[in-house]
């Protein structure tokens, strides 16, 4: 009996062992995550996670959950919220992610790294508060469908949740993006937006679901328009095919007709080798294209504002931008 109990002391030493490379051991577990609870159950130490932290091998996404570092530092915002959801799964009871995090469960662009997860849930339920999680009170049961192995709420109620609770900007780079890619139609958005405008916050998620267009091609160009709008400047028409004697010379984000002041986003995206962008010419010819392009439209008598991330984010500067290309808040 004794040489049985010493051989039960030794098992969680050999199961060390056999994950002894911890980094490792995290591609045995779903979605590439791993938590304290995973460690425990394998018989690792859990200090050695935060070990495996500090040398840089793995990079910790949320209170006691870990990805490898090298993945975690490849990741966008929005790739990074969604392993915050699946890791926040894995420790609460059958939560309905919401606001951010259906956001990024339903592939919609975030502004900047969203570090906290969002649930939503019944105020009669009450609830316990963790690390990490920020809860969202209804009066009723919250809506939720399935969608990439977690719960989350539909597509119109988490656009219209963040147009209720989250600036201007933000709530409107998610709004055109939902109608540009189909999540939801416009008229869809409007009619629910009207429902809930008694709710609190109701007015603003009107207000961002009338303005929503799928016409901005990008979250960067959402952001433009929304910061051209708060800074109280004419609206410009979007993706106008412009001409010259020559034929079309291209389609432009933005076109104030009566300056002949064209407005271009530029995302370093689309000069970047690869980079998700559907143009099979390298970058150099890319940039040397729309330098041709430009001189045309120059030559045909329009002026050309550009601007990137940095400018749109600060609205100081994307009026500095605009200002030097004629565009001034009407009167």
Known sequence: MATTARRRRRAPRSACL???????????????????ADARRVGL????????ERRGALARVRPGAFVRATVWAGMTP??????????AATTLHDP?????????????PLLGDVADVHIARPRARGGSSWSGVVQHESVDEPKAVRHGGVLVTPVVDTVLDLAATRPFAAAVVVADHALRSGLVAADRLVAAATERQRRRGGRRALVVARFADPRAESPGESLSR?????????APALQRRLRDRD????????????????????????????GGVDDPRPPEERVWAEKLREDRLRAAGARVARWTWADALDRDRLAAVLRRGGLYRSA
């Not at 051991?25 to 590439?32: E, F, R, T, Y």
């Not at 130490?45 to 495996?52: E, H, T």
């Open 96 to 108: 309905v992610f919401s606001h951010e995090s259906a956001a990024a469960a339903w592939g919609m």
């Open 45 to 52: 130490d859990p200090r050695r996670l935060y070990a495996a």
């Open 226 to 234: 929304a910061r051209i709008h708060e800074l109280g400047l004419p």
């Open 78 to 87: 929005e790739e990074r919220h969604v392993v915050r959801v699946r890791a």
């Open 18 to 36: 056999i994950v002894d490379r911890v980094d490792d051991i995290v591609d045995l577990m779903p979605a590439g995550i791993i938590t304290l």
């Open 247 to 274: 034929g079309v010379i291209g389609r432009v984000d933005f076109w104030w007709s009566s300056l002949r002041l064209v407005g271009e986003f530029d995302g370093r995206l689309k000069y970047r080798a690869g």
